[in-house]
């Protein structure tokens, strides 16, 4: 009975966010906040996973659901309807949501339960875009979760979802870009290619790096040779991968900076047309063929 209660009351205060029609004071703030961190913050519990790609089959694997979910829901429903609505002063909601509040909210993104993870996506997007003040601190936090998660533990369950984030960030970035924002696309995107379950991540972080490329091409040869370091060698499922982000990039690249890593590219693509795995042999043969590879050549 009492979880029904709670449950209830939780509902009308979704409706009361909802339906707002005027500035929430700052207990409004402060209470919102508090409730928040009461009910999402824990320590989450991941039971012991292999870590290859077979382990990460995204057609097979049966994600974890968090019995707690009816309840999670609604307190994520309710925080993310407060965040997204015109009555939330930024200037007076940033006292309650500060970075210490903002690096637990990422601390979440490890959970199992992928809808729990959705919800946090949109969540610190929102919080990103009306925030100012936490963009550097969100940036910081996502580029230490990506170097753990690359030279410690290889184990993390929403590096895709904080790739998903980064593509709406990266896609805003004014140009020149920053000497930051490369060293962020040196240091922590191009080694994300070494982790062995690439596959949970590789549709986003592709996406991440080819914004990169689009906003400025004298970044190819950089991307290029990155991907050429780690390229696997025994896997042929990560290969195609490679393969067919590397067709993406190119489609980026300038002559200029084709040419710059032409030796060690045509090199790696002797190698796959020499492979004795058919849909990698296959794959390059038809990627040899695509235009922007000719028209690149033709132009050195």
């Keep these: 009975k009492e979880k ?3 449950r209830q009351t ?3 205060l979704v409706d009361y966010v909802a339906s707002a029609n005027q500035k929430f004071p700052e207990i409004v703030m402060q209470e919102t906040t508090r409730m928040v961190s009461v009910n999402l913050f824990r ?4 039971p012991p996973r292999e870590n290859n790609i077979s ?3 995204l ?3 049966e994600p974890v659901m968090d ?3 009816s309840h999670l829901q609604i307190v994520y429903e309710l925080f993310l309807r407060f965040i997204q609505s015109p009555e939330t002063d930024a200037k007076l909601a940033k006292r309650y949501i500060d970075h210490s509040f903002v690096l637990r909210l990422l601390d979440l993104f490890d959970s199992e339960d992928p809808r729990e993870r959705e919800y946090l996506k949109m969540i610190l997007h929102r919080v990103y875009g009306k925030f100012m003040v936490h963009r550097p601190v969100i940036r910081k936090a996502i580029n230490n979760t990506f170097y753990q998660f690359i030279y410690e533990t290889e184990k993390h369950n929403g590096i895709a979802e904080l790739l998903e984030i980064l593509g709406s960030i990266i896609n805003g970035f004014a140009l020149p870009l920053k000497e930051e924002h490369k060293l962020f696309l040196i240091r922590a995107l191009i080694p994300l290619h070494k982790p062995k379950c690439i596959a949970m991540y590789h549709q986003q972080l592709s996406y991440c790096i080819t914004q990169f490329v689009e906003k400025d091409c004298k970044l190819s040869d950089t991307v290029i040779r990155g991907l050429l370091k780690y390229w696997p060698i025994t896997n042929s499922t990560k290969e195609v991968m490679f393969l067919g982000e590397l067709e993406e990039i190119l489609e980026a690249t300038q002559p200029a900076e084709f040419q710059k890593c032409m030796v060690p590219l045509f090199r790696q693509i002797a190698r796959c047309l020499n492979s004795s795995h058919f849909q990698i042999s296959a794959k390059v043969t038809l990627f040899c063929t695509e235009c922007h590879i000719s028209s690149s050549l033709l132009c050195i």
Excluded: G, M, N
């Excluded at 320590?43 to 991941?46: F, P, Q, R, V």
């Design 55 to 57: 382990a990460y089959d």
């Design 67 to 69: 019995p707690a979910w």
């Design 10 to 12: 939780l509902l009308e």
């Design 4 to 6: 029904e209660v709670k």
């Design 43 to 46: 320590t989450l519990t991941t």
């Design 59 to 61: 057609d097979e694997d």
